[in-house]
Each structure stands twice: as structure tokens, then as C-alpha cells.
């Protein structure tokens, strides 16, 4: 079978485009760099499709089968938007079953997963974020939520350094 990675990029690059997302605001939301979005749309070619092109390709709205079959000569599906869905039941053992529910349903859920972060407490503690964006969000949008994403992180960020303790420890508490 032979893979034709130049269409492929040009596709997801025409993709991109249509949906008005420039290549630096895609590379932030997959959290890679501005060059790796650049190499996939000049149709640099790998053994598989990776999880990047994957990603983009569902950034860009396209079905999950949609990298293969264009590799493979066909055109892509874009994914059908979905008006009102109901709430999914969430099994505890499909993500990790030591997490609450309320993270395990929102990992679960399709919205796109625009950033994740582990933020130091100390010695023995560390915050961990993940960040999720409306998978119908439109290109502005989007743009909006990753750059409030990024002041809200770098103000987290500074709490590494910050060793002042406003709060007593939650045992001392009456």
C-alpha cells in the first residue's frame, strides 16, 4: 500500500484553513511546535500516520478514519456535529478507577484536550491540570480559551517559587 503524505498535508492544510486556524494557534493547542504542523503539511512522511496527524486531522474535524483514507488515495469525512447529546454513563475502570468521577467523565468526554500541565507544591505534592477546550468552539474561540490558558498557567507557574502559606494545613483546621 502506498501512503501519499504530500496529499495528506495539502489536505490538512486546505483543512486548516477553511476552519481559520493558523499554524502557531494549532501547533499551541496540540502542544507541539510550529514546525512540526509545518513538516506534516509539506507532506513530510513517516512508516504510520502519528498521533499528531491524528490529532490535527480531528482539530480540523475530520472522522478518525479520515488520515488513512486519505494516505490511501480517498477523501476525508468530516465528523457529523452532534446537536444535543445525553450525559455518557461513565465506568470508573475505563480511565483509572483511583480518580474521582468527575476527572474520569471529563476525560472521557470528546472535548479536545488543549494542554496539561504538572505544577510542583513542594517536595511531596504537585498540581496536575488538564485543559479542555468545546470541540464545536469556533477558531476564535479557541484562540481566546488557549491564550486565557496561558496567562492562567503562567500564574500558576509562579506559585512554584511562592513558599509564603496563607492557609493553614487542612488537619489544623477547626
Known amino acids: 500500500m502506498s501512503m501519499d503524505w504530500d496529499r495528506l498535508g495539502k489536505a490538512l492544510q486546505a483543512a486548516r484553513l477553511d476552519e481559520g486556524i493558523t499554524q502557531e494557534d494549532l501547533a499551541d493547542v496540540l502542544g507541539v511546535g510550529r514546525s512540526t504542523i509545518q513538516m506534516i503539511e509539506v507532506g513530510h512522511s513517516y512508516k504510520r500516520?502519528?498521533?499528531?496527524?491524528?490529532?490535527?486531522?480531528?482539530?480540523?474535524g475530520w472522522t478518525e478514519d479520515s488520515?488513512?483514507?486519505?494516505?490511501?488515495?480517498?477523501?476525508p469525512r468530516k465528523r457529523a456535529v452532534v446537536v444535543e447529546q445525553a450525559s455518557p454513563v461513565v465506568e470508573p475502570s475505563t480511565v483509572d478507577s483511583r480518580l474521582p468521577l468527575v476527572?474520569?467523565?471529563?476525560?472521557?468526554?470528546?472535548?479536545?484536550?488543549?494542554?496539561?500541565?504538572?505544577?510542583?507544591l513542594g517536595d511531596?505534592?504537585?498540581?496536575?491540570?488538564?485543559v479542555k477546550?468545546?470541540?464545536?468552539?469556533?477558531?476564535?474561540?479557541?484562540?481566546?480559551?488557549?491564550e486565557a490558558w496561558r496567562r492562567a498557567k503562567r500564574h500558576l507557574q509562579a506559585l512554584e517559587g511562592d513558599d509564603r502559606d496563607d492557609t493553614p494545613p487542612l488537619a489544623n483546621r477547626a
Do not use: K
Not at 500516520?49 to 480540523?60: D, E, G, Q
Not at 477546550?133 to 488557549?146: F, L, Q
Open 49 to 60: 500516520p502519528t498521533p499528531t496527524v491524528r490529532a490535527f486531522a480531528r482539530r480540523v
Open 67 to 75: 488520515v488513512d483514507r486519505v494516505l490511501e488515495g480517498g477523501a
Open 103 to 120: 476527572i474520569v467523565d471529563e476525560l472521557e468526554g470528546d472535548d479536545p484536550l488543549l494542554d496539561a500541565t504538572v505544577i510542583p
Open 124 to 130: 511531596d505534592a504537585r498540581m496536575v491540570i488538564i
Open 133 to 146: 477546550g468545546s470541540p464545536d468552539a469556533s477558531p476564535e474561540e479557541m484562540r481566546r480559551n488557549v
